[in-house]
């Protein structure tokens, strides 16, 4: 499913979920939901019409929130009514979005409201498909409809009251909805930034740095920063930003945090913090494999890379298609020294960092260029050789 502005529902590299009820029992049934399968970002429509007419209150939600738990949700009742098994990152699904929005100071009896709308989505979408042949089918399954909604209702009163309470005992209610203002309102007026810096008990004009976690690594930051009251933490469809004020000596990339991430340091005011999560983002989804903190001096060929690619096609395949060629054991010399010399721009040091005799290194280098057409010696050349191969995966790793 695609949202509005173009976006794919789910996370950038989730694999799409298969529906494939069986037919055994009661095909007249299935192929009505296999129809509403088909057409569910009709359902994610209906069901952004009819949440328009709800206020959250003064609770700041991102749009793309409200879309992506529409997406899923459609998905997880056609599961249900199907009887079929959740997918993995369904099963948990109500827990999350539940304590997201208490989090983010949705009211529950709002929050409930929007989600009883789905009950009168799914069974105007069942018609649509039924058409008059399957109006009987329809009925019979009513009951169907009403438990997926029902069950999904009270699981999100369970974990709503849940997770409020959790957010009461350590005082963190106020403070995630002050972090949601920060990330989604527009701070105009200066004293705006100076009422919130008060509130979190930060310098408007300090200076800091931020995180950002992306994928497995989210629950393992929770629990790292859960005790370091100095650290601000506001998660947002899968992502979460870290940010603090930034200490001589102390900061997270002398740290070393034990989980990956984009990391964005000497941000000038909190106002600025948002926009550098933003850039922190880009960086963890760029993060070279097995590094730790993602930073843009060693990510700005990777996302140069992907800015070119989108502009020009094909930017990089010439120098694919060559290095495929190569056998495996040149393949990864060649990329050794390519690597090394761009990092170190240095014949000696390449040498040394290779452990292999300089005029190895030179040779090697003669060889790329043979091979990808391109001379890292020329500084202009270089630049482009890099930046191509920096998202370059070899096929025998």
Not at 89 to 118: S, T
Not at 148 to 164: L, N, P
Not at 206 to 231: K, Y
Request: hydrophobic residues 40%; proline residues 5%.
């Amino acid at each position: 499913m695609t949202s509005p502005d173009g976006r794919t529902a789910r996370s950038a590299g989730a694999p799409p979920r298969e529906f494939r009820p069986g037919r055994h029992a009661e095909p007249e049934w299935t192929e009505l939901l296999e129809s509403l399968w088909k057409d569910r970002d009709q359902l994610v429509k209906d069901f952004l019409e009819r949440f328009s007419a709800i206020s959250y209150g003064e609770a700041l939600v991102p749009k793309e929130d409200i879309y992506q738990t529409a997406a899923d949700t459609m998905d997880m009742f056609l599961f249900q009514m199907a009887g079929l098994e959740l997918p993995p990152d369904l099963r948990a699904l109500p827990r999350e979005v539940a304590a997201r929005r208490a989090r983010q100071g949705v009211p529950l009896d709002a929050f409930l409201e929007a989600i009883r709308n789905d009950f009168r989505v799914l069974w105007k979408g069942l018609e649509r498909v039924a058409r008059d042949k399957g109006i009987g089918v329809l009925v019979a399954n009513m009951d169907r409809v009403l438990d997926a909604v029902e069950g999904y209702v009270s699981s999100i009163q369970q974990a709503y009251a849940e997770e409020e309470a959790r957010l009461a005992r350590n005082k963190q209610l106020y403070r995630q909805r002050l972090l949601s203002r920060l990330f989604n309102a527009e701070l105009g007026a200066p004293g705006d930034v100076q009422d919130l810096a008060a509130a979190l008990g930060v310098q408007a004009a300090g200076t800091f740095e931020v995180l950002a976690v992306t994928s497995d690594a989210v629950a393992q930051a929770q629990r790292q920063v859960e005790s370091e009251h100095r650290t601000y933490a506001y998660e947002n469809a899968g992502v979460l930003y870290l940010f603090r004020q930034q200490r001589k000596g102390r900061t997270w990339s002398q740290e070393g945090p034990p989980f990956p991430a984009g990391y964005v340091p000497g941000v000038e005011g909190l106002a600025a913090v948002p926009a550098a999560a933003a850039s922190a983002l880009a960086l963890a989804r760029h993060k070279r494999r097995g590094a730790g903190l993602a930073t843009m001096e060693d990510t700005w060929m990777g996302i140069a890379g992907d800015l070119l690619e989108q502009k020009f096609p094909d930017f990089s395949a010439p120098l694919r298609q060559a290095l495929d060629n190569c056998t495996p054991l040149e393949r990864q010399r060649l990329l050794q020294v390519a690597r090394s010399y761009g990092r170190t721009g240095s014949i000696k040091e390449t040498s040394e960092e290779l452990f292999c005799h300089r005029n190895t290194v030179v040779n090697r280098l003669h060889s790329l260029h043979e091979v990808i057409g391109l001379d890292l010696t020329v500084p202009a050349e270089a630049a482009r050789a890099l930046v191509a191969l920096s998202n370059y995966s070899d096929p025998d790793e």
